[in-house]
């Protein structure tokens, strides 16, 4: 049994019915600042319950208001669904009044709340369970499912030490199941108790308290004492217990004497503490219950880890997920954990600035393959995942692009940068732009019969390479792409014709040598060249001199010739020829230089600016 669906509609971010597909496991919601991450969170913990960080529950400014100048004034009520999938026998019996009647396998769970408040100030809400909200709700279904929130800015710490309620406990109570353990664990209290009290020292100072009291107010309105260890009430013994840490895992028992307080210890490394505990008691609850669902909710799990112990932990809270019937469900705005996962777990929230529309996209129902799926699953790595995160997505072919193109956006945007638009470059390494662009397109790309699917909404842009056959130059202009060699040529005209998200942009021959051709751009190329070799030979004189020349005043012929020219004397160092160029292009000194069209064109699409 798990949550399979989640519907929110006039909360906070969400006005429309919002749709939210939930894993069976793990499930990791992803996107940029603002897209709603949080929001269900929040309506998870309203609709079943959680309030161990004592939510009062449903407020005034919950119930969403329109960003409009028009009317701003907030919806008339708010309604959470969610619809629960595999169930099987034992937990048909538990959960039947939720039952769908259509599909025994399926229950639903339903909250409703009235945009007033009552005399206490309190907002009415009202839940039923399964298809009609006539029937007597029983709150002891929802209280069986056992639900943990662990908040973004958590103080494990706390959490960790003794105090009535503390997590420690829990584990322990879960553990303790029928209540077996107690009567041997107060026994053994019991004992350390009685021996502690023969101690001539604890004697002592129990019969001189003892004395103190008859002094003071005589035998007969005295009290007696008695020094104790500890509690001998099972349920006391557990809350005065905390945990203690040592800085590493040796072979052999370590001294109790080493471990120290979790005030010595760092705040990720409590993170993880906290977790596992956590983990532990929800595994606990396996051998004392097969029908209660269990459900970890975890905002940014990724705070104070460095990013191996994020890829560690989200590895351990995926199999932990399935091996020990839990649902997990986590919010992240970090690269590492979006790459650790894999892609069947990721939802991609996403939401438009214009019409505050809002999507959750569940990157398996993107119409990829098996091929694709393997294909992404190897290539989206902590660099390449930040796509997950952003506004919009340029890709390109190498590193020589990555490099110069925050330099070109400059000139295209006149001093806007990508970071203004929440826009990311990410070097695909090749020309597989395929794979990377079914996740926006909305087709499936590999079939002829053009089968729409799900899509993440932003628009995605690539860049690549004519490559044309012989000296066939200057054909593969974005609209004429016969001569190029390149395969994925296809996709210049199939994205155009059938969505519009994607677009693949396609030079004359290679990034360089159409670098080259444009406005005077050879002079500051050949003082980069010039830059970068270190021997005074044949290529620096050359290009010495081409520095100098105004190459707007030649013939194309003898640019074509030049470019060509140049393309071969740095064939084995792009990577540094473009980073000496970027840097001549950051300058003060504003060098002259022109941006080809065919990446202008794609920025300018990129950025919403251009159709």
Not at 154 to 176: I, V
Not at 287 to 310: D, G
Not at 396 to 417: C, M, N, W
Not at 505 to 522: Q, R, V, W
Request: charged letters at 25%.
């Amino acid at each position: 049994m798990y949550i399979s669906k989640l519907n929110i509609k006039g909360f906070r971010f969400f006005n429309d019915n919002f749709t939210l597909p939930l894993n069976k496991g793990l499930t990791v919601l992803v996107g940029e600042n603002g897209s709603g991450k949080s929001t269900v969170i929040d309506s998870i913990r309203l609709l079943l319950g959680e309030d161990e960080y004592n939510r009062s529950g449903i407020s005034l400014n919950d119930f969403h208001r329109p960003f409009s100048v028009e009317s701003a004034r907030p919806v008339a009520n708010i309604r959470i669904d969610c619809i629960f999938d595999e169930l099987e026998g034992p937990e048909q019996i538990a959960y039947l009044p939720w039952l769908k009647p259509s599909n025994v396998n399926q229950a639903e769970l339903h909250l409703e709340a009235i945009n007033k408040e009552d005399a206490r100030g309190r907002i009415r809400k009202n839940m039923w369970g399964g298809t009609s909200r006539r029937g007597i709700f029983e709150w002891e279904l929802v209280n069986s499912i056992n639900c943990v929130y662990l908040p973004p800015l958590r103080d494990a710490e706390e959490k960790l030490n003794s105090y009535r309620g503390s997590r420690l406990a829990r584990l322990l109570t879960s553990l303790n199941g029928s209540g077996d353990e107690d009567k041997r664990l107060e026994e053994k209290v019991k004992e350390q108790n009685n021996e502690l009290l023969s101690d001539p020292l604890i004697k002592s100072a129990n019969g001189l308290i003892k004395k103190c009291l008859i002094d003071s107010v005589g035998e007969i309105l005295g009290q007696d004492v008695s020094i104790q260890f500890s509690e001998i009430n099972f349920n006391k013994i557990i809350h005065q217990l905390r945990l203690l840490f040592f800085p590493e895992i040796k072979e052999g028992e370590i001294p109790r004497e080493a471990f120290r307080d979790l005030s010595e210890n760092s705040l990720g490394y409590n993170n993880l503490l906290y977790l596992a505990t956590i983990i532990a008691e929800m595994e606990a609850k396996n051998y004392v219950s097969t029908t209660s669902l269990k459900v970890l909710l975890i905002e940014e799990p990724e705070a104070h880890l460095h990013p191996q112990l994020q890829t560690r932990l989200l590895q351990y809270l995926q199999g932990a997920a399935e091996e020990n019937n839990i649902q997990v469900i986590i919010t992240t705005h970090s690269p590492t954990i979006a790459a650790a996962v894999g892609l069947d777990p990721v939802v991609v929230m996403s939401s438009s600035p214009l019409s505050q529309e809002r999507k959750a996209i569940a990157l398996t129902n993107c119409g990829l393959d098996r091929k694709t799926k393997f294909f992404l699953e190897r290539w989206l790595d902590i660099t390449k995942s930040v796509l997950l995160f952003s506004k919009g997505v340029i890709l390109v072919e190498g590193i020589s692009e990555a490099i110069l193109f925050s330099e070109f956006v400059k000139r295209v945007l006149e001093q806007e940068t990508l970071e203004d638009y929440g826009i990311s470059v990410v070097n695909i390494d090749g020309i597989y732009f395929k794979y990377f662009m079914q996740l926006f397109c909305g087709y499936k790309i590999v079939e002829e019969n053009f089968e729409s699917c799900d899509n993440i909404p932003i628009r995605c842009v690539g860049i690549t390479d004519c490559d044309p056959e012989g000296s066939n130059i200057g054909e593969g202009d974005g609209n004429n792409i016969d001569g190029c060699k390149n395969p994925q040529r296809f996709l210049v005209h199939d994205l155009r014709n059938h969505t519009s998200n994607c677009r693949l942009s396609i030079n004359s021959k290679t990034f360089e040598f159409d670098l080259a051709l444009e406005g005077n751009n050879l002079a500051i190329m050949n003082l980069a060249l010039e830059n970068i070799t270190e021997t005074d030979g044949d290529i620096k004189k050359r290009a010495r001199i081409a520095k100098s020349m105004d190459w707007r005043s030649t013939t194309s012929c003898e640019k074509i010739v030049e470019a060509l020219l140049l393309l071969k004397r740095i064939e084995k160092k792009k990577g540094e020829f473009a980073q000496e160029l970027a840097m001549l292009l950051k300058s003060e000194d504003e060098p002259d230089f022109e941006v080809p069209s065919y990446i202008r064109d794609a920025i300018l699409y990129v950025t919403g600016k251009s159709n």
